[in-house]
């Protein structure tokens, strides 16, 4: 069956980095696109970009981009998401998804928690 | 503020029907991108409910369906159960942002 297994929690100072792993198992990891979507405490979804294992392809949302930076390793079926620059806002859990390629994800990570603070 | 927009909360009695608007733009769901939606509970991943407009994953029960008109879109629950009580997002992609895009979530209780 489908499965993402995230990295555990991690805790960081602001300015630091954070680099968070998903491993995909039970599919072929070139056929689909690895989406990762972030949620603030008591906050909404938000999309963070999206890579595409097969030729490592990535396209990044605004409101990170400069400051995140997505990776994939084939071989381990594996997409990285490290994030620079850290700041207090950007505390929150880190989802990684399958892009269906309808720019959906249907199946997803359990979540990591990033805490930054000082 | 949410590129889609969703009423913050809804309720409804066991056995009810409710329905979550999500409303978009020209961008988004104008453009005749699809719209999906979510299932969410604290510090849980969420889980894919309806995919492209109307389609239910398999699992999903037949008491979630949904629907899609021009730039507005909506999630129906009909026979409301208490293990409903749960957050639900709507999302598309946006051509103008090239980005998916979410709603703000709608917190459903069931009374």
């Known amino acids: 069956q489908v499965q993402l297994e995230q990295s555990g929690a991690e805790a960081r100072k602001p300015g630091a980095s954070v680099k968070v792993s998903c491993k995909a198992s039970?599919?072929?990891?070139?056929?689909?696109?690895i989406s990762w979507v972030r949620q603030a405490p008591g906050q909404g979804l938000e999309w963070i970009g999206t890579i595409r294992p097969n030729n490592g392809d990535t396209s990044y949302g605004q409101i990170l981009q400069g400051r995140v930076h997505m990776t994939s390793d084939t071989p381990t079926s594996t997409a990285y998401m490290e994030l620079r620059g850290l700041r207090f806002d950007d505390t929150a859990l880190y989802f990684c998804?399958?892009?269906?390629?309808?720019?959906?994800?249907?199946?997803w990570g359990q979540g990591t928690l990033v805490t930054v603070s000082s | 503020q949410s590129v889609l927009t969703q009423p913050p909360s809804v309720s409804g009695a066991p056995g009810q029907r409710v329905t979550i608007s999500c409303t978009g733009s020209k961008s988004n769901l104008g453009s005749n991108y699809a719209v999906h939606w979510y299932q969410l509970f604290p510090g849980q991943a969420p889980k894919l409910l309806i995919y492209i407009n109307t389609n239910r994953p398999s699992g999903v029960p037949d008491r979630f369906s949904g629907s899609k008109s021009g730039t507005s879109a909506s999630l129906a629950i009909t026979g409301l159960q208490a293990e409903d009580e749960a957050d639900y997002y709507c999302q598309s992609y946006d051509g103008s942002l090239s980005a998916w895009v979410f709603g703000g979530g709608t917190k459903l209780t069931v009374l």
């Open positions: 039970g599919y072929t990891f070139t056929n689909y696109g």
């Open positions: 998804a399958r892009d269906t390629g309808s720019a959906n994800g249907d199946y």
